[in-house]
């Protein structure tokens, strides 16, 4: 049985920094690629970045891009997203995800695994 479990959410002022981590389990990790969705009250889940297997691609949100990084540490199944100078409308629930396969890619429906969820509050 697969499961992700994210870490690292919380309340932080605009323009600071947070780093989220997903610990994967029950799953062959280098056999998937890892995306982080988040999805804020009101609104679809979008996707945040996704990196492929050995981490060879990564891809972002336009509205993300120059602010969040998207990294894997194969050795301990474990995915992160570091989030710099964070804003407001960054608040949302973050959710970790994994596709078998090479491909990032953006919609929900392509991803198999999901984990709980973790809270992202920015305040102004």
């Known amino acids: 049985q697969a499961q992700l479990v994210e870490s690292g959410g919380g309340l932080v002022q605009a323009g600071g920094s947070l780093t989220l981590s997903c610990a994967a389990s029950g799953l062959l990790f280098t056999s998937y690629t890892m995306a982080w969705f988040r999805q804020a009250p009101g609104k679809e889940r979008e996707i945040v970045a996704g990196?492929?297997?050995?981490?060879?691609?990564?891809d972002y949100a336009d509205s993300v891009k120059g602010r969040f990084t998207i990294s894997r540490e194969n050795a301990k199944n474990t995915v992160f997203l570091q989030m710099n100078n964070l804003k407001p409308e960054d608040t949302a629930v973050y959710y970790c995800?994994?596709?078998?396969?090479?491909?990032?890619?953006?919609?929900?429906?392509?991803?198999?695994?999901w984990g709980q969820g973790t809270h992202v509050t920015v305040s102004s």
């Open positions: 990196i492929s297997w050995w981490g060879e691609t990564t």
């Open positions: 995800a994994a596709r078998s396969g090479r491909t990032v890619v953006t919609g929900a429906n392509g991803y198999w695994y």
